[in-house]
Nanobody
Framework: QVQLVESGGTLVQPGGSLRLSCATS????????MAWFRQAPGKSRELVAA???????VYEDSVKGRFTVSRDDAKTTVFLQMTSLKPEDTAVYHC???????????WGQGTQVTVSS
Protein backbone atom coordinates (compact mmCIF):
# COMPACT_ATOMS: atom_id res chain seq x y z
CA GLN A 1 0.00 0.00 0.00
CA VAL A 2 1.35 3.39 -1.01
CA GLN A 3 0.48 6.44 1.05
CA LEU A 4 0.10 9.84 -0.60
CA VAL A 5 -0.06 13.06 1.42
CA GLU A 6 -0.86 16.34 -0.29
CA SER A 7 -0.04 19.72 1.20
CA GLY A 8 0.15 23.37 0.25
CA GLY A 9 -3.49 24.19 -0.33
CA THR A 10 -4.86 27.39 1.17
CA LEU A 11 -6.86 30.53 0.46
CA VAL A 12 -5.22 32.77 -2.14
CA GLN A 13 -6.28 35.88 -4.00
CA PRO A 14 -6.92 35.86 -7.75
CA GLY A 15 -3.65 36.24 -9.61
CA GLY A 16 -1.71 34.63 -6.81
CA SER A 17 0.48 31.55 -6.77
CA LEU A 18 0.65 28.31 -4.82
CA ARG A 19 2.84 25.26 -4.80
CA LEU A 20 1.24 21.94 -3.96
CA SER A 21 3.26 18.94 -2.85
CA CYS A 22 2.41 15.26 -2.80
CA ALA A 23 4.73 13.13 -0.71
CA THR A 24 4.62 9.37 -1.25
CA SER A 25 5.73 6.41 0.80
CA UNK A 26 6.96 4.25 -2.05
CA UNK A 27 10.61 3.43 -2.69
CA UNK A 28 9.72 2.72 -6.33
CA UNK A 29 8.59 6.28 -7.00
CA UNK A 30 10.60 6.51 -10.21
CA UNK A 31 8.36 3.78 -11.66
CA UNK A 32 5.16 5.71 -11.01
CA UNK A 33 3.13 7.84 -13.36
CA MET A 34 1.98 10.76 -11.20
CA ALA A 35 -0.97 13.06 -11.71
CA TRP A 36 -2.92 15.87 -10.12
CA PHE A 37 -6.70 15.90 -10.28
CA ARG A 38 -9.16 18.40 -8.88
CA GLN A 39 -12.78 18.33 -7.89
CA ALA A 40 -14.87 21.45 -7.48
CA PRO A 41 -18.18 21.42 -5.59
CA GLY A 42 -20.91 19.84 -7.68
CA LYS A 43 -18.49 18.79 -10.41
CA SER A 44 -16.75 15.57 -11.32
CA ARG A 45 -13.08 15.02 -10.71
CA GLU A 46 -10.90 16.18 -13.61
CA LEU A 47 -7.29 15.69 -14.61
CA VAL A 48 -5.20 18.82 -14.16
CA ALA A 49 -1.67 17.67 -14.97
CA ALA A 50 0.34 14.48 -15.23
CA UNK A 51 4.00 13.52 -15.38
CA UNK A 52 5.46 10.25 -16.57
CA UNK A 53 8.47 8.44 -15.07
CA UNK A 54 10.65 10.07 -17.72
CA UNK A 55 9.14 13.50 -16.92
CA UNK A 56 6.93 13.89 -19.95
CA UNK A 57 4.08 16.20 -18.95
CA VAL A 58 0.51 16.84 -20.03
CA TYR A 59 -1.91 19.54 -18.92
CA GLU A 60 -5.61 20.25 -19.01
CA ASP A 61 -6.23 23.08 -21.47
CA SER A 62 -7.39 25.66 -18.92
CA VAL A 63 -4.16 25.43 -16.91
CA LYS A 64 -1.63 25.35 -19.73
CA GLY A 65 0.90 28.13 -19.29
CA ARG A 66 -0.14 28.68 -15.67
CA PHE A 67 0.53 25.37 -13.92
CA THR A 68 3.70 23.31 -13.91
CA VAL A 69 3.97 19.72 -12.69
CA SER A 70 7.34 18.36 -11.63
CA ARG A 71 8.79 15.46 -9.68
CA ASP A 72 11.70 14.81 -7.39
CA ASP A 73 12.41 11.09 -7.48
CA ALA A 74 14.98 11.34 -4.66
CA LYS A 75 12.32 12.83 -2.39
CA THR A 76 9.52 10.64 -3.83
CA THR A 77 7.44 13.78 -4.20
CA VAL A 78 5.49 15.39 -7.00
CA PHE A 79 4.73 19.10 -7.15
CA LEU A 80 2.20 21.36 -8.81
CA GLN A 81 3.28 24.97 -9.19
CA MET A 82 0.22 27.12 -9.83
CA THR A 83 0.40 30.73 -10.98
CA SER A 84 -2.11 33.33 -12.16
CA LEU A 85 -4.76 31.58 -10.14
CA LYS A 86 -8.41 32.18 -10.97
CA PRO A 87 -11.57 31.66 -8.92
CA GLU A 88 -12.46 28.75 -11.20
CA ASP A 89 -9.32 26.97 -9.99
CA THR A 90 -11.02 26.56 -6.61
CA ALA A 91 -11.25 22.86 -5.83
CA VAL A 92 -9.89 20.03 -3.77
CA TYR A 93 -6.67 18.91 -5.45
CA HIS A 94 -5.84 15.22 -5.29
CA CYS A 95 -2.65 13.42 -6.13
CA UNK A 96 -2.76 10.05 -7.89
CA UNK A 97 0.02 7.51 -8.30
CA UNK A 98 -0.12 4.83 -10.99
CA UNK A 99 2.40 2.03 -10.83
CA UNK A 100 3.88 1.16 -14.22
CA UNK A 101 4.90 -2.18 -12.69
CA UNK A 102 1.62 -3.43 -11.19
CA UNK A 103 -0.98 -1.12 -12.71
CA UNK A 104 -2.29 -0.27 -9.25
CA UNK A 105 -3.42 3.26 -8.47
CA UNK A 106 -3.34 5.15 -5.21
CA TRP A 107 -4.96 8.41 -4.20
CA GLY A 108 -4.28 11.03 -1.59
CA GLN A 109 -6.94 12.65 0.58
CA GLY A 110 -6.64 15.98 -1.17
CA THR A 111 -5.80 19.56 -0.28
CA GLN A 112 -8.22 22.48 -0.58
CA VAL A 113 -7.33 25.38 -2.85
CA THR A 114 -9.61 28.40 -2.65
CA VAL A 115 -9.09 31.37 -4.96
CA SER A 116 -11.07 34.34 -3.75
CA SER A 117 -10.69 38.00 -2.93
Amino acid sequence: QVQLVESGGTLVQPGGSLRLSCATSTTFFSRYHMAWFRQAPGKSRELVAAITPDSHTVYEDSVKGRFTVSRDDAKTTVFLQMTSLKPEDTAVYHCRALSTLSGKTYWGQGTQVTVSS
